[in-house]
């Protein structure tokens, strides 16, 4: 057998296009054809006219692989997040599951709380909270607080789940699932919106109380020195190479196209009716893991057609365009080959065993993707490879998209400190080549 050096793989296309996902292109251009971003004279005529920097936060689902135990999880999402911030990445992600070893984390806001705590600079945001088995008013109190003594680092990313037995937990039953989520989200958003809130429907009724405390209050920016880590004694100090601006622009934008005061939201959307719900709202989307750059593009056409539709201007589509994020996976190695053989070795067993737990709220039959197969997918369709190769899937995707946030999954090893070299060598190798 042929041996194939490092060198030689780092001149590969970037990925394998699967034929399942998506129709099949219909030019010869080079970035649809191989997934490769264009030579740097050409890019402009092809990139969407945001020009915004690409940012990249690591996911985290404090996944429980097959022999680890709980705390071996969860610690394991509080080195990484720790790492992710010496490393530079704009931000962390946290994902929340009930009763199953896919996540063990129950509350992403919770723990987002206790992340928040241990670092200084970058951004913790949820992906998602829940709403189907969360109050909405106790989820935005939550929201409010982490936004107000967090400096503003915190992204609440709210999503209406799935059909799972939690439903019946925690008494939202499965109607909370198939029609409460836009409900929901409307009581949310008054709460974090509003100084008072009452409301009047099939969900939720109650008379006008005080919002305490006020998620529209400015939050208190922390001072050069803290920003800098100066009072940090953990370890070595790094600066980081993705700040988020104090005067940033904000996520939310209201029907006249001025920013909405309060904690950025962003919603969860894996079907037409949560696109438009997003675009109606005003709020950006969070795209998931199995979305290819087809799939991206007609979910984002999607939106595009929504929010004119509700009444709402070119130029703030481009302003809440740059908000939107991508979810993946990242797997950084010498060689293209050892990254895709380290996520096939650990990411089949982790699906079979953690998805396989879920359990329907109502006996409906549920199919499961075949865990090997669905591995392959996410190899292909994300930044699985050399440093220079992961950065040309993610700028191909935002040069073909336009989307410019990354949530990209850097547990996939199910290693502790295979994926903190993971996130450090995204940092190094993978970040300076972004721009």
């Not at 080079?30 to 990139?47: F, H, Y």
């Amino acid at each position: 057998m042929t041996k194939t050096s490092a060198r030689a793989e780092t001149r590969r296309p970037v990925g394998v296009r699967p034929p399942t996902v998506g129709p099949a292109p219909t030019t010869a251009d080079p970035a649809t054809a191989t997934g490769t971003p264009l030579p740097a004279p050409q890019r402009s005529a092809a990139r969407p006219a945001d020009t915004a920097p690409v940012k990249v936060g690591a996911f985290l689902l404090s996944a429980q692989f097959p022999g680890q135990t709980h705390g071996e999880a969860l610690d394991r999402t509080v080195r990484a997040t720790v790492e992710a911030e010496r490393a530079g990445l704009d931000s962390v992600w946290l994902a929340e599951h009930h009763f199953v070893p896919y996540g063990v984390c129950p509350n992403a806001a919770t723990l987002a709380a206790m992340l928040l705590g241990r670092t200084r600079r970058i951004g913790i945001g949820t992906a998602v909270s829940v709403l189907s088995t969360a109050h909405p008013v106790a989820l935005g109190e939550q929201a409010a607080m982490l936004h107000l003594v967090s400096g503003g680092r915190f992204t609440l990313g709210v999503g209406r789940g799935g059909p799972w037995i939690d439903l019946d937990v925690f008494g939202g039953g499965v109607e909370a699932f198939e029609q409460g989520f836009p409900e929901r989200l409307d009581l949310l958003l008054r709460w974090l919106r509003g100084s008072r809130v009452g409301a009047d429907g099939p969900q939720f009724s109650f008379p006008e109380v005080a919002v305490v405390p006020r998620a529209t209050e400015p939050p208190r920016r922390p001072d050069l020195g803290t920003w800098l880590g100066l009072g940090d004694q953990s370890g070595l100090l790094r600066f980081p190479r993705q700040r988020v601006e104090a005067d940033a622009p904000i996520d939310e934008l209201t029907a006249s196209g001025r920013p909405v005061a309060g904690p950025p939201l962003v919603v969860a959307c894996t079907s037409p009716g949560g696109v438009r719900l997003a675009a109606e709202r005003g709020l950006p989307m969070l795209l998931g893991m199995h979305s290819g750059d087809d799939d991206k593009l007609r979910m984002l056409e999607l939106y595009r057609t929504a929010w004119l539709a509700a009444g709402r201007g070119e130029e703030q589509l481009r302003r809440i365009g740059r908000q939107h994020v991508a979810a993946g996976v990242a797997q950084v190695d010498d060689r293209t080959s050892t990254a895709r053989a380290t996520l096939l070795r650990a990411m089949p067993g982790w699906f079979e065993y953690g998805l396989g737990a879920h359990r329907t709220v109502d006996g409906r039959e549920r199919k499961m993707r075949d865990p090997h197969a669905y591995t392959e997918l996410l190899c292909d369709l994300h930044a699985v490879g050399t440093p220079k190769q992961c950065a040309d899937r993610l700028l191909a995707t935002a040069e073909r998209t336009g989307i410019r946030r990354f949530a990209l999954l850097a547990e996939g090893s199910g290693d502790r400190e295979a994926t903190l070299r993971n996130i450090a060598r995204l940092g190094s190798e993978v970040l300076p080549q972004l721009g």
